[in-house]
């Protein structure tokens, strides 16, 4: 199932809340839904799992919804250590959103 | 504490194979499967494929899926994947990482694999 997510680049200000979108190329279980944090030099870090849980450890400020093809990841406010990609998964990964410093 | 420890960095010819590994540690190793993704320089993660001790075939990515063979070893909670016929395509940090029913939740430090002439 192709991951699609929107939009590649998302300029913001610490302090600022950040939408990232994921739509998956056809109905997905919520159950499957993840999203991963990258960092350079690091390796990816789970967030959200089932679409809406968060991983163990994982800020409250980090929130997932959605359904069907459709899912969002909302960080409320930003903050320095959140500048990074993100990813959506199902079983394959979408291309990635990275949140960058305005 | 749980952790997935992985090989250390190749340099392989092109048209080589290239054999990682990636040893789990802290958790019982049949519960989980593990999966392998990997991230080319400047482009994003690519899964590639994913084995367990308790599914007969492993599940393989279509764009790798004639050159790639994983497997386990539970007696040692060992990981492997093979990539064969490698190009410079292949250059790429490849991780490993625990994934029972899509979650991946704990990963490997990654292994960099670079093909060059």
């Known amino acids: 199932i192709v991951m699609t997510q929107a939009p590649a680049t998302l300029s913001l200000s610490p302090g600022e809340r950040a939408t990232l979108s994921c739509r998956a190329g056809?109905?997905?279980?919520?159950?499957?839904l993840s999203w991963y944090q990258k960092k350079p030099g690091q390796a990816p870090r789970l967030l959200i799992y089932?679409?809406?849980i968060r991983a163990a450890g994982i800020p409250a400020r980090f929130s997932g919804s959605g359904s069907g093809t459709d899912f969002t990841l909302t960080i409320s406010s930003l903050q320095p250590e959140d500048f990074a990609v993100y990813y959506c998964?199902?079983?394959?990964f979408g291309g990635g959103t990275r949140v960058e410093l305005k | 504490q749980v952790y997935l420890v992985q090989s250390g960095a190749e340099v392989k010819r092109p048209g080589a194979s290239v054999r990682l590994s990636c040893k789990a540690s802290?958790?019982?190793?049949?519960?989980?499967?593990v999966s392998w993704v990997r991230q080319a320089p400047g482009q994003g993660l690519e899964w590639l494929g994913w084995?367990?001790?308790?599914?007969?075939?492993?599940g393989y990515a279509p764009k790798v899926q004639d050159r790639i063979t994983l497997t386990t070893d539970t007696s040692t909670s060992t990981a492997y994947m093979e990539l064969r016929s490698l190009t410079s395509d292949d250059t790429a940090i490849y991780y490993c990482?625990?994934?029972?029913?899509?979650?991946?939740?704990?990963w490997g430090q990654g292994t960099m694999v670079t093909v060059s002439s």
């Open positions: 990482a625990r994934d029972l029913h899509f979650i991946r939740d704990l």
């Open positions: 802290g958790y019982t190793f049949p519960n989980s499967g």
């Open positions: 084995v367990s001790t308790f599914e007969h075939n492993p």
């Open positions: 056809q109905s997905i279980a919520s159950s499957q």
């Open positions: 089932a679409t809406s």
């Open positions: 998964q199902q079983n394959f």
